[in-house]
Nanobody, 124 residues
Framework: QVQLVESGGGLVQAGGSLRLSCAAS????????MGWFRQAPGKERDFVAA????????GYADSVKGRFTISRDNAKNTVYLQMNSLKPDDTAVYYC?????????????????WGKGTLVTVSS
């Protein structure tokens, strides 16, 4: 089992920045992939970004490329999502995700573990 705990959400004006954190309970994440999905009110849960724990390779949704950066801290078992140039369309609950493979995938059905989510609200 892997428990994921997100933090760092909040209210920010358009153009601002936030950094989300996701702390994982499992000590060894070498074979896992982790990342972020988001779900806006009334919409489906969508892929945002992912990182492979083994080699650090990353992937992003087209909507966030160039604005968001995913990274990891092996010593702290934590993954981060730095969000810059935020837009009102980025408003959503952001969920940390983990999968017992080297790639996260981009559909929620492939995820093995979820955090409870953290709300990001971007005002115009």
């Amino acid at each position: 089992q892997v428990q994921l705990v997100e933090s760092g959400g909040g209210l920010v004006q358009a153009g601002g920045s936030l950094r989300l954190s996701c702390a994982a309970s499992r000590r060894t994440l070498g074979s896992y992939a982790m990342g972020w999905f988001r779900q806006a009110p009334g919409k489906e849960r969508d892929f945002v970004a992912a990182i492979s724990w083994s080699d650090g390779s990353t992937g992003y949704a087209d909507s966030v490329k160039g604005r968001f950066t995913i990274s990891r801290d092996n010593a702290k078992n934590t993954v981060y999502l730095q969000m810059n140039s935020l837009k009102p369309d980025d408003t959503a609950v952001y969920y940390c995700a983990a999968r017992r493979l080297s790639t996260l995938g981009t559909i929620p059905e492939l995820v093995d573990y979820w955090g409870k989510g953290t709300l990001v609200t971007v005002s115009s």
